[in-house]
């Protein structure tokens, strides 16, 4: 997520601790759920990874961003059956942050967004290394 403020001014607002804050209580999920993996200049290039596990998932909001997601594209409402966690999220906090619901304190340029499921063991590490 790219937004327009400058590194001296994110931090001088407590912008690490505000971007968790803001994104876990919009998201409804406790902000240990919620990494930053980097904070980089240019604006302000922040990479983060939200925990999709079994507590994440039972928030309220991401359920509904899931369900959003997985509504066929016919928009009848009806269910492809399939729930594309990742891509409802990333919608949500787009959508969140289009309408002003979500705001970081400066526009936001750039969004992207990757998830990935919880290693629970070494067998599934090694089956999830191998898709990459």
Do not use: H, W
């Amino acid at each position: 997520m790219k937004i327009e403020m400058d590194l001296d001014t994110f931090y001088a607002t407590d912008g690490p601790t505000l971007f968790v804050d803001k994104m876990a209580a919009f998201l409804g999920i406790p902000n240990d759920k919620l990494r930053i993996v980097s904070i980089t200049k240019g604006s302000v290039q922040i990479k983060y990874e939200i925990i999709l596990d079994e507590e994440t998932q039972a928030s309220p909001t991401i359920q509904t961003m899931t369900q959003a997601a997985a509504t066929d594209s016919s928009g009848n409402g009806t269910s492809s059956g399939e729930v594309d966690a990742c891509g409802g999220v990333s919608s949500g906090i787009a959508n969140a942050i289009s309408s002003g619901a979500l705001d970081f304190g400066g526009e936001v340029s750039q969004m992207s967004y990757a998830c990935s499921a919880p290693v629970e063991d070494d067998k599934s590490f090694e089956k999830a290394e191998k898709k990459q």
